[in-house]
């Protein structure tokens, strides 16, 4: 199963982002939760225009499944509304 975590909400309940640090120590608390809640899962997020890319699984053709099942949900999701 596959769930999309929304990084923004969790780091405006947290802290406010200025800087990489910061944005690295909000990184480490989705994978630090992920990790507690998940039996694994993969962070994305775009910093400037580059694509940067956490997971909590080591195994790359498990990290393609969960990116395919993901992408599949966000698919049905938006053809829901």
């Known amino acids: ?25 909000a990184s480490e608390i989705v994978l630090d939760s992920i990790e507690e809640h998940f039996d694994g899962g993969i962070l994305i997020g775009i910093v400037g225009s580059k694509l940067q890319m956490s997971s909590t699984i080591e ?15 966000l698919y049905k999701e938006m053809n829901d509304d």
């Open 1 to 25: 199963m596959s769930q999309i975590v929304n990084l923004t909400e969790i780091i405006n309940k947290n802290k406010v982002l200025s800087d990489l640090d910061l944005i690295q120590d």
């Open 59 to 73: 195994d790359e053709m498990e990290i393609i499944q969960l990116l395919e099942e993901a992408l599949e949900n």
